[in-house]
């Protein structure tokens, strides 16, 4: 029999990218193959993004094009998975006919069912209140950096935000678990853990809340970095910062969305923290790593957003000094409250401020970069290329080292140039 093959496409977040690996991971254990042509595959599935109405244009794009491998083929099967199928559900098929599945994230676990054809439905959107005490295996094609879900779903409904209609109520994974997890990681060899979840700062089990977690991850032996996010500011606790400052592995980057610096705007948005409350916690994460980069989120337009507003945001960034941001126009997503507040702003002014946001960052980071220069920094080695290698420092930045290093080594390297997106560096004898 001809061995079956897969496609994937998967759009969106680390989380999406991770669940994309648990649905390889149980193609594979049932004998499929991952192929990169989808004309040649016996199962096409997109795993999809709803956060921006942009994420959910490039899939859509994408699907047009399978109806016509479709009717070469009318035996292949097109799944369509993720957050845009959660929140479109049967819309889709009603619009795409030629869809044969439609699962949210809460039931990837489904595959299975489906390519052994013992199902008997095609939408597969109810909530599974289970998902994070399942095991499924996971496929992971990196093999020092490893993903590992703590924390599932969102409840924190910050008003522009799509997710907690797409990924379900917040529930943490059993400690244990993650524990077992990455030890097993730690055992095949990897070096890095990416915790994953909307707000890992609200991680709890029993009495083990997300400080304690890394406290006892920092245990393992074998993993030499710990990372995480997302972290919401208004979770983010000087236990966790002291736990941070005292765990060796736990790496001195932070991931936290800011999404704007005026705080009319950030109670519009639901966000429960003021930009003050925020900068003190920037000014304590500081203040206990010293060597830490913050980055963040930026939303320019939201809704009422005035010039003034605006202006807060952009003093914010120069007050803040982060070392990177990720900066979006305010899409109106179904079912989020924003979507449909009074005082819109225009596609213009979004696209200035939001110009004017990245233009001033680029500034920034280019000269929080220069910093670097001369500095002896530790590189995990994560990828070999034809000119060398690039890895990270532990602030996350990326390094490119001429030079014939192994995957998975950790070395000390002098920083011999900067540039705005990465550094150079030299190994030191
Ligand atoms: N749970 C994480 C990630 C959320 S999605 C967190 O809370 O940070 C990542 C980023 O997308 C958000 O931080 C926000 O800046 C942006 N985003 C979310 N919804 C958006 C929308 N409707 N329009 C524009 N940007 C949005
Ligand atoms: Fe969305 Fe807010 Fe939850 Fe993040 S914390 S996933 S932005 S609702
Ligand atoms: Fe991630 Fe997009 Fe869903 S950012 S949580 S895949 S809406």
Request: glycine share 4%; with cysteine.
């Amino acid at each position: 029999m001809k061995v079956r093959e897969v496609y994937i496409k998967t759009f969106g977040c680390q989380m999406n990218e991770h669940d994309s690996e648990k649905i390889l991971g149980i193609l594979f254990s049932k004998g499929f193959i991952e192929t990169d042509d989808p004309k040649k595959a016996d199962i096409i599935i997109f795993n999809t993004c709803a956060i921006r109405e942009k994420a959910e244009q490039k899939f859509l794009s994408n699907l047009g094009k399978v109806k016509f491998y479709k009717i070469k083929n009318p035996k292949i099967k097109v799944i369509v998975a993720g957050c845009s199928a959660q929140i479109q559900g049967k819309n889709l098929i009603h619009k795409m006919p030629f869809i044969d599945y439609i699962i949210g994230p809460d039931n990837i676990d489904k595959i299975e069912k489906i390519v052994e054809e013992s199902l008997d439905k095609r939408i597969l959107l109810e909530e599974n209140a289970n998902i994070h005490l399942l095991s499924l295996p996971i496929l992971r094609k990196d093999r020092v950096k490893a993903w590992v879900n703590i924390i599932y779903g969102c409840n924190n409904f910050c008003t522009y935000c799509v997710v907690p209609y797409t990924r379900g109520k917040e529930r943490s994974r059993p400690a244990n678990m993650i524990l077992e997890e990455i030890k097993h990681l730690s055992e095949k060899g990897y070096k890095e853990v990416t915790l994953l979840g909307q707000n890992v700062n609200s991680y709890r089990d029993g009495e083990i809340d997300f400080p304690i977690l890394l406290q006892r991850i920092n245990l393992i032996q074998g993993i030499e970095r710990i990372r995480f996010v997302t972290s919401h500011p208004k979770d983010l606790s000087e236990n966790l910062i002291k736990t941070m400052r005292d765990s060796p592995k736990i790496c001195e980057h932070i991931h936290l969305p800011l999404q704007s610096g005026s705080d009319k705007i950030l109670k519009l948005m639901n966000r429960k923290y003021t930009f003050n409350e925020y900068f003190d916690k920037v000014s304590l994460l500081r203040e206990n790593i010293p060597n830490i980069s913050i980055t963040t989120d930026i939303i320019v337009g939201f809704p009422q957003e005035t010039d003034e507003d605006f202006e807060k945001t952009i003093n914010a960034l120069k007050k803040s000094q982060f070392d990177g941001i990720f900066a979006f126009k305010f899409s109106p997503r179904p079912k989020a409250p924003a979507s449909n507040y009074r005082g819109q702003v225009d596609e213009y002014t979004k696209s200035e401020r939001l110009t004017e946001v990245l233009r001033l960052q680029d500034e920034i980071t280019e000269k929080n970069n220069k910093i670097y220069q001369d500095t002896v920094q530790e590189i995990l080695v994560e990828e070999r290329t034809e000119e060398g290698v690039i890895g990270r420092t532990r602030s996350n930045k990326i390094v490119k080292i001429k030079s014939n290093l192994e995957l998975g080594q950790l070395v000390k390297v002098k920083i011999s140039k900067t540039y705005r997106h990465s550094l150079e560096g030299e190994i030191l004898q």
